[in-house]
């Protein structure tokens, strides 16, 4: 596959209340660009056209409309050809190639990996970039510090299969580019279920809460730290978690663990 080096990776806030976060994806030799999940769909033209790019691709990570509803503005500006998860294109409608588990995007000399992620909705695409740093673009299934919620069509075992096989398996050094910005709120419920935990403390203490523009890029190596969702084997995190769940038991494995705290990140 062609690597990482010729990527370059615009990350534009949107601003908005839904708190997206969108991804401009270009080739450094031909300015051909990827367009990822692009709601604000003027902002994302603008970063384009601001560094000389040409938009020829829109990906949408899954059917959601706070991912999709720029979809139409995009392609009148700019002919872009839509591509989403196969399972999806017929609630997006519009979508140019549908796309499965092993499909690579090209965009000038950039290549994406498609996996497969279904939990957050039953037909959810993450984009891979291969190379010396790695990069995740990966919608509503992972967040920094947190995990997608299954409420509109997705289920938490999936998500748990997902978390478990897909993104485990992926190096530390992988960058996470999620579709919203929540990082805040999912460190204070790292630290709700695990208060000894001094990677997402310092981190958290670090942070300028009124610039969410500001945001780190964290890497899956840092996720493994700070995000509960990653930490099922972790004694304060098992012992927290028997206190609102009485009927645990000892020893609880780790799927268990995840679906009980997706239960209770739905209502904190």
Same mark, same amino acid.
């Given at each position: 596959m062609e690597h990482a080096e010729h990527m370059l990776i615009e990350r534009i806030w949107s601003g908005n209340a839904y708190r997206n976060f969108h991804y401009l994806i270009a080739c450094a030799e031909t300015g051909e660009a990827l367009a990822v999940d692009p709601l604000e769909w003027r902002l994302c033209l603008a970063a384009a056209r601001r560094r000389g790019w040409t938009i020829t691709r829109i990906l949408n990570t899954h059917?959601?409309?706070?991912?999709?509803?720029?979809?139409?503005?995009?392609?009148?500006?700019?002919?872009?050809?839509?591509?989403? /998860?196969?399972?999806? =294109?017929?609630?997006?409608?519009?979508?140019?190639?549908?796309? *499965?588990? %092993?499909?690579?995007?090209?965009?000038?000399?950039?290549?994406?990996?498609?996996?497969? *992620?279904?939990?957050?909705?039953? =037909?959810?695409?993450?984009?891979?970039?291969?190379?010396?740093?790695?990069?995740?673009?990966?919608?509503?299934?992972?967040?920094?510090?947190?995990?997608?919620?299954?409420?509109?069509? %997705?289920?938490p075992e999936q998500l748990y299969q997902t978390f478990a096989t897909r993104l485990a398996s992926l190096p530390d050094e992988t960058r996470v580019f999620p579709g919203h910005e929540y990082l805040v709120r999912n460190l204070q419920f790292t630290l709700?279920?695990?208060?000894?935990?001094?990677?997402?403390?310092?981190?958290? /203490?670090?942070?300028?809460?009124?610039?969410?523009?500001?945001?780190?890029?964290?890497?899956?190596?840092?996720?493994?730290?700070?995000?509960?969702?990653?930490?099922?084997?972790?004694?304060t995190v098992i012992e927290r978690l028997r206190a609102a769940f009485p009927d645990l038991g000892e020893r609880p494995d780790a799927r268990t663990v995840f679906l009980r705290l997706r239960e209770l990140r739905n209502r904190w």
């Open positions: 059917e959601h409309g706070d991912h999709i509803g720029g979809n139409a503005g995009l392609v009148g500006a700019t002919g872009a050809r839509v591509l989403a /998860h196969a399972g999806a =294109a017929k609630r997006i409608g519009g979508v140019d190639q549908g796309l *499965t588990e %092993g499909d690579v995007i090209r965009v000038g000399r950039v290549e994406l990996e498609c996996l497969d *992620t279904p939990g957050h909705t039953m =037909a959810h695409i993450c984009a891979l970039a291969h190379g010396e740093r790695p990069a995740l673009f990966c919608g509503d299934t992972l967040f920094n510090a947190g995990a997608g919620n299954c409420h509109n069509g %997705g289920h709700d279920r695990e208060p000894d935990n001094i990677a997402a403390r310092d981190l958290l /203490h670090s942070l300028r809460q009124d610039d969410p523009a500001a945001t780190p890029v964290t890497t899956l190596g840092e996720e493994r730290r700070i995000n509960t969702f990653f930490r099922l084997a972790s004694p």
